[in-house]
């Protein structure tokens, strides 16, 4: 028989159950990875349990021998060392057991609050929902970030791709993001890929100290992980998400980073001696992305119109965005926000690049009040910006050119934002409302820093905007002049 023969006979024959051969033989292990012979039988995806109780999965097939990626450290484990099917696939325990607690991919408790209460297991490779089963992304995931928010809204089930060079905010977005559902009934999902424990920890403790923890699961694999934990952590995490999102509920995961994730699959393959491709990852490492990305969505009423919405994060390096894997992550996604180390290095927080980033779903998905005031404020910016490089060289002296050299500052101004200090859509829409109107060219910049935060409590506190507060679907003239009424107030009590 050939290889492919057999490789056929495999296929055709592959089959869960008592039927199938069930022990077979460790002939390599190396980095996390096992080649084993005889199991001709097994499964992708299918859990093979080790005399050790270690667990590994199936990661590849071969002819004549199968590769699996352990789950557990390899310690006892050799050349020789026999192994057993389960005959079941990779699955991890989903539900509100999960919320506020701290996993590995497996479901595993990692911050010592003993075993996760589950009553259900899923499978982590799940089909993403059809086309019939989706709807049209129309409702907004409020960051709260005034740059996201007003120029790149991002839509309840919309993907949305956060990419940039390392050290320039990436993950502190998405962070402000999952910090900004503090009340709303969002859920959130945090997968950590590869990463220092150190910085996983800072999140995690951002979150429990100003974030809607109880209502956050923390999925994390880190850089000391088996490569198949690290492998496995987006997929697991998509499918406690997917709980949420098949319940009517709505869900959004942050990917802390796809880079990572693409750099262990690669690690794995080549291991396993598949053909290497472009930058020398394996060739199905789009379509790897591509299944994980396609099972966010917005489902149709029919399917109780739950969501999922992900923050897939990427690195790239030396502002080069045409690299293999970035173009890839950009052509899956419905957008980028792109964080510049240039703008970074300038102190502008967030280092959001204007031209680069964009929003495919947007303004369909924007509160329409938020619409209403943020229309122009995209190239008026982008305008200015152009401006200021001639301006340096002076001789652009006259009044209208003053004037627009002033508002974009302003604007400037309004799209910096610290971390950790969420804007309420309803005071952004009064910020760029009173923008419009020109009652921000007076005031001097840190006034204006100053003034957002003094916005907040009056606006959170006047009776007539109770019900736009509540839905700010639409900018009539009541709401904006208590909008309007609410900026003057600040504007009159000047700094603190
Ligand atoms: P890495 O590539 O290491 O993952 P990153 O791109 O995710 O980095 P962050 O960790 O989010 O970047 O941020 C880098 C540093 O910049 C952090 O120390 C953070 O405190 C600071 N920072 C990011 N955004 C802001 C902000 N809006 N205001 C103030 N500081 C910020
Ligand atoms: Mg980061």
Known sequence: MTGLDALKARVAGAKLGPEAEE???????????????GLPEAQAGEILIFGTGARAFVQNLDADAVQAALLDPMDGIEAGSTVRRSGQLLSVPVGEGLFGRVVDPLGRPLDGLGPVQATEFLETERPAPDIIERDFVDEPVETGLLVVDALFAVGRGQRELIIGERQTGKTSIALDAILNQTGSDMVCIYVAIGQRTTAVRRVIEAVR????????????????????LRWLAPFAATTMAEWVRDRGGHALIVYDDLTKHAAVHRELALLSRQPPGREAYPGDIFYLHARLLERSAKLSPARGGGSLTALPIAEIEAGNLSAYIPTNLISISDG???????LFAANQRPAVDIGLSVSRVGGKAQWGALKAVSGRVR???AQYLEMKMFARFGGFGDAAMKARLARGERIGALLAQPRFEPLP?????????GLD????????????????QALIPLIAAEPALAA?????????????AALIGCLRQALARGPA
């Not at 980028?336 to 240039?342: D, M, N, R």
Request: hydrophobic letters at 50%; charged letters at 20%; glycine letters at 8%.
């Open 379 to 381: 190239l008026d910016y």
């Open 437 to 452: 109107q020109g009652l921000l060219d007076g005031v001097s910049l840190p006034a204006i820093a100053a003034l957002k």
């Open 23 to 37: 022990t077979g033989t460790v002939t390599r292990i190396a980095d996390g990875l096992t080649e084993i012979a």
């Open 425 to 433: 859509t309803p005071v952004q829409i009064a910020l760029l409302a």
């Open 209 to 228: 100290d100003r974030g809607p923890f109880v209502r956050t699961i923390f999925v994390v694999a880190p850089a000391s992980a088996e490569p198949g």
């Open 468 to 480: 736009f507060r509540a839905r700010p679907a639409k900018l009539d003239d009541a709401a904006r």
């Open 336 to 342: 980028q926000i792109v964080t510049s180390a240039q």
